[in-house]
């Protein structure tokens, strides 16, 4: 510039020579495109930000749609914004467009390609059963496919596919109707899975669409085309060396279930949290339980709090709503209870007898809670609440059901687990003399990290302390 500066400075001169030409054009030229690769590469991460911004309301509304209807929206095969369907209620498509209209959100991404929508490849004919991970796109209002007697939708189960508790080489029949989900990898990652079996994609391919410049953004293609079941995620780039501009979200079947009404042993569902976390990896591993986690009856101001059991007593209840005091003896649950208790002592303890119950205690658990292990389902489908500690006395311990566990403050005691698709929410710390164990489901952290000795058996464990995470309190 200073050379410039000196050219223009000088003075008796008439002109310029063809050489002082050449040099100013030379360093104008260098300036300039250095400010508009600038203005380009800050283009660049607007529209990536953006991209995620659209892709996150785009969850929501599916999340919200899922929530009023009972089933999920079918892919737009005519460009009008709007799902298609079969006469016999099945999708047109497995795999097109985003059906924005009907969800009420954005059609485009910011360089104006479409968003596609990829749901389960056995969408488009009559599920098996309503185990089949077909049956959350299965609008079929008398759900003729339900193993529940359902007569309406949701025509999906609690156990519907993908479910924690199938192996990932398990052919059985039944672990067969989760035939047709996919698979995201990491971009130049290693060969483990962001998330597998999900029954439900959505993708943006970034500026240039199909085909793809990168070899993952060509088979994001071939996933959108309908041949392919494992799509890429990754940084997004516009560099010609590393150019990679496609990303997703998706669904998890926990995620489905938690905002479907009906579905859940507890009976919520139909909205989750006001603000659903963001994922780091994009997609969702399931949301943590808010605070409506037990059943409204363990809130009714109405039920008297009773005397009670004290050391060396025992009580019995089959299918009851009891608030029921101090335990410091032992209560035996039968049948589907709703209990709230104001602390389980030492000494205490509550046998759940293979039913689905809901427990609330409002200050400390440091007796136990444990399942018959001769239960023929497998265990009942249990939600407990902690408002204080898990102390270090404390333990639960249940079989294989699909349970939700929330601790306000420490976990100080043990928990375990059979096979089930369990959630475990702790607000608070987790003590060295803690520990937990399962065989499938999502461990969300609100504090410290966890020694990975501590743990064992989930299919993830959230820390909420990372900045990335937005868990919302239980």
């Known amino acids: 510039m200073k050379t410039m500066i000196r050219l223009l400075a000088k003075k008796n001169q008439n002109g310029f020579t063809l050489v002082e030409i050449a040099i100013v054009l030379a360093i104008l030229g260098f300036l300039s495109a250095s400010i508009v690769g600038g203005i380009g590469a800050f283009r660049d991460s607007a529209d990536f930000k953006q991209d995620e911004r659209q892709l996150k309301d785009i969850k929501e509304a599916l999340l919200s749609f899922v929530a009023v209807n009972g089933y999920l929206p079918c892919p737009d095969t005519d460009g009008d914004g709007k799902e298609n369907r079969e006469g016999d209620n099945t999708c047109t498509s497995s795999n097109d467009e985003l059906p924005f209209a009907d969800l009420g959100t954005h059609s485009k991404n910011p360089w104006g390609n479409p968003y596609y929508y990829l749901v389960n490849q056995g969408a488009d004919s009559v599920p098996a059963s309503s185990f089949a991970s077909a049956s959350y796109f299965y609008s079929d209002p008398n759900c003729t496919v339900s193993d529940a007697g359902k007569t309406t939708p949701p025509c999906f189960e609690l156990g519907t596919y993908p479910v924690a508790s199938r192996s990932a080489n398990d052919t059985s029949s039944d672990a067969l109707e989760g035939v047709g989900n996919y698979d995201v990898k990491v971009m130049n990652g290693d060969a483990d899975n962001l998330v597998s079996d999900t029954p439900l994609v959505v993708l943006s391919l970034g500026s240039n669409g199909c085909p793809g410049v990168a070899d993952e953004e060509q088979n994001n293609c071939d996933a959108k085309n309908g041949t392919s079941q494992t799509l890429y995620k990754g940084q997004q780039s516009r560099q010609d060396n590393d150019f990679f501009d496609d990303t997703l979200i998706w669904l998890t079947a926990l995620e489905i279930k938690r905002f479907t009404p009906n579905v859940l042993p507890d009976g919520s569902g139909g909205g989750g949290n006001d603000d659903p976390p963001d994922d780091p990896a994009g997609g969702g591993s399931g949301y943590v339980p808010n605070q409506n986690l037990i059943d409204a009856g363990l809130q009714d101001e109405n039920l008297e709090q009773g005397d009670g059991i004290h050391n060396n007593d025992n009580e019995s209840l089959t299918d009851g709503n009891v608030n029921i005091g101090r335990i410091a003896g032992g209560l035996f649950l039968s049948g589907n209870n709703i209990v709230r208790t104001e602390e389980l002592h030492n000494n205490g303890e509550i046998e759940l007898n293979c039913g689905d119950n809901a427990i609330q205690i409002d200050e400390t658990l440091a007796g136990q809670i444990y399942e018959s292990s001769l239960c023929e389902n497998g265990g009942g489908n249990n939600s407990i609440r902690i408002e204080e500690d898990l102390h270090n006395n404390g333990t639960i311990t249940l079989q294989d059901g699909n349970n939700l566990i929330y ?31 399962g065989s499938g489901g999502v461990l969300y952290i609100n504090k410290n990290p ?25």
Do not use: R, W
């Open 407 to 437: 601790i306000e403050e420490t976990l100080a005691g043990s928990i375990s687990f059979g096979s089930g698709n369990n959630t475990v929410y702790i607000n608070g710390n987790f003590h060295n003399n803690g520990s937990i164990s």
């Open 450 to 474: 966890i020694p990975t000795s501590k743990i064992s058996g989930f299919d993830q464990v959230v820390y909420c302390s990372d900045p990335d995470m937005d868990c919302p309190d239980g």
